[in-house]
């Protein structure tokens, strides 16, 4: 298994572009997430789903827009880039069944600069 | 608001001496309590924890949750090198099914392992 892949890997903007940065995670997990986490910081959480279909707002959801239209694949979307949009990305997933908690697992993150 | 405060924020130790870090933690409903190891990259899981005075341990590492104080630590014993990375703290809630896995992350210590 791959477990969680996040591409790209480092990506510069300008001011206004747009992007989608991808996650893909194999494991077969119905829960996925994205976080950012900016320097000195723990992570936020800016957008989840549960299942293919479905997805709710976390954190610091402003600026960003998600979909997920498979299990195994949840895009965040950035329509209009920003500075303060500069932070590392992390993609996660994990499995939960009803109420059981199952440890989240991390892709290897994106780390995006808007200048 | 979910809040999770970690302390301290940075720690510099010496190979073989042993160290305490700690998180508290306030949460509405509480479900569980992780600890994650970062070492430059991807977050990986340390612990779980859901009751309290259950201590978890792996090797060196070893972790307890007090529900009654809200805290937990987490203890390293004889620490090498390797065990330098960011240590992050994080609750999720019991608030729903759709919910219950969202992590809540404190800022993490940087702890540094000299030799």
């Known amino acids: 298994n791959a477990g969680v892949t996040q591409t790209p890997k480092f990506r510069i903007l300008k001011i206004g572009q747009s992007m989608t940065l991808q996650c893909t995670q194999d494991?077969?997990?119905?829960?996925m997430y994205w976080y950012r986490q900016d320097p000195g910081m723990g992570l936020k959480l800016i957008y989840y789903?549960?299942?293919?279909?479905?997805?709710d707002k976390g954190e610091v959801p402003n600026g960003y827009n998600v979909s997920r239209s498979t299990t195994e694949d949840f895009p965040l979307r950035l329509e209009l880039a920003a500075p303060s949009q500069t932070s590392v990305y992390f993609c996660?997933?994990?499995?939960?069944?009803?109420?059981?908690?199952?440890?989240?697992?991390f892709g290897p993150g994106t780390r995006l600069t808007v200048t | 608001e979910d809040k999770v405060v970690q302390s301290p924020l940075s720690l510099v130790v010496h190979e073989g001496d042993t160290v305490t870090l700690n998180c508290s933690y306030e949460?509405?409903?509480?479900?569980?309590l992780l600890w994650y190891k970062q070492e430059k990259k991807a977050p990986t899981f340390l612990f779980m924890l859901?009751?309290?005075?259950i201590e978890k341990k792996s090797g060196r590492l070893s972790s307890i949750l007090d529900k009654k104080e809200l805290f937990s630590i987490l203890n390293i014993t004889a620490t090498q090198t390797g065990d330098s990375a960011v240590y992050l703290c994080?609750?999720?809630?019991?608030?729903?099914?759709?919910?219950?896995?969202?992590?809540?992350f404190g800022e993490g210590t940087q702890l540094t392992v000299n030799p």
């Open positions: 789903s549960v299942g293919a279909g479905i997805t």
């Open positions: 996660a997933s994990s499995y939960s069944l009803g109420t059981s908690v199952r440890e989240q697992y």
């Open positions: 859901t009751s309290s005075g």
């Open positions: 949460v509405t409903n509480f479900r569980s």
């Open positions: 494991m077969n997990h119905n829960y």
């Open positions: 994080a609750v999720t809630p019991l608030r729903g099914e759709t919910s219950g896995s969202r992590l809540t």
